[in-house]
């Protein structure tokens, strides 16, 4: 996004989890700042430096150590991208747990630092749960090897936790040890044009009954969403008929054990929902091909890119109840309209799309250029309606140098205060991307 420069001259790509460790020593010795940098795609500045950290790289830390193709149990080093895990899988028909628009650039260690959510979540859970081991080069120099590849392990604290979604603040992750799930055998998806957002959650609950287990994703994007999505060439444009009418979409995709059962249950919710009086959507697309398969898909994943291409993105990756999403996005346009800075002014879109599946929503707003006056108009503001739900001001790009500021609308004071204690436990001379995540 262009929002944070450092002062860095240093940048080190060490190829074994030792050389990690003898610069993580030399940097403590000397209280020099480290910045932990995967593949450089987070969205909240925490891989960038911003004083004149020394810049660790993991791009060549990057092989697979062994894949158990009974288990499905993947344990790789920190740096490999997670496409080339999800290749290096798919022939023995497993699949990464976890996807994202990301993908050919983003690393295995990067995802579980920032603790990614992405577009599987509502189907193969958190990285919480399919992490299984971790090996950490702590600030000291210390490896802390919990490289495990057990699926049930009781013994006491599971430190492995802490540093999923530390953002580098604790500790280097050079390997991860996960569980990968089997291939589905068949995967489809199909788009839903709906005439009101007041559709989307009794569509849900039909979907989740109808399609139950095949269910694998349930994302929503508002009518701006895909209108700059089209705009910016991301995925196959419905035609005029589809999209008439529709103020906003749902892709729904389904993954299962045999294609013509999958396809059957996914025939059977569009006749149920489009045969009855008032219908919940206006029309629906199937996909008819693996390549309009990846084109609807890229409808929804290319929104982010499509968003950057159109201005200055100020992006808020909220978790709300689900039936909050529309106001709340309505709320952010009166807001932006009231104080004269949307529709003649120097905000150009205000658009909503996200994981509906797990209550996240990405609340965009695209200006011209970063401006105090916006930011001031944004902020507490979104915060505080998103703390009136009790809801988080980061559902899972992190909080990084972006939000540090805010972090009190979704933590309690004994919760920073404890968040502290283990910061300073681990890194008491505060040299891990130091000003990220605690302020
Ligand atoms: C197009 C696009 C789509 C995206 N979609 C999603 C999405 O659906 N869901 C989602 O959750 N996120 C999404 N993201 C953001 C997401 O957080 C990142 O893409 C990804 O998880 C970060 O991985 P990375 O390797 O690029 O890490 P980086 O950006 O390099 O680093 C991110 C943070 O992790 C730390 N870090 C990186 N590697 C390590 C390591 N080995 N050890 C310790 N700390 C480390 C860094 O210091 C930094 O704080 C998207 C981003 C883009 C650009």
Redesign the pocket.
Known sequence: MGKYRGGSTTVLKPKTTQQVSQIMKWCNEKRIGV??????????G??VPIRDEVIVS?SNLNSVRSFDPISGILVAD??CI?QSLTDYIAPHNHIMPID???KG???????????????RLLRYGSLHGTVLGLE?VLPDGTVLDQLTTLRKDNTGYDLKQL?IG????L????GVSILTPPAPQASNNVILALPSFDNVLPLYKIVKRQLSEILSAFEFIDRTSYDLAVKHGQGRALSEDEVAGAECFVLVETSGGKREHDEEKLNNLLESLLEVDTPLINTGVLSQSPAQFSSLWALR?GV??AVSKEGKPYKY?ISVPLSSFKTVVDATREHLRSKGLLGDGAVKHVLGYG?VGDGNLHLNIVADSYTPEIQTALEPFIFEIVASYRGSISA???I?AMKTHALHYSKSDVSIALMKKIKMLFDPHNIM?PG?VLE
């Open positions: 910045v932990p940098q995967g593949g450089n795609t987070g969205l909240v925490g891989s993991l920190a740096g997670l994202l628009g990301a650039s983003c690393q295995i260690g990067g995802n579980v630092a920032t603790n990614a959510g992405g577009l950490v540093f530390a953002e580098g603040t500790g280097v992750i050079t994943e982010t890119e990756d994981h899972e790009h992190g990084g991307n990220k």
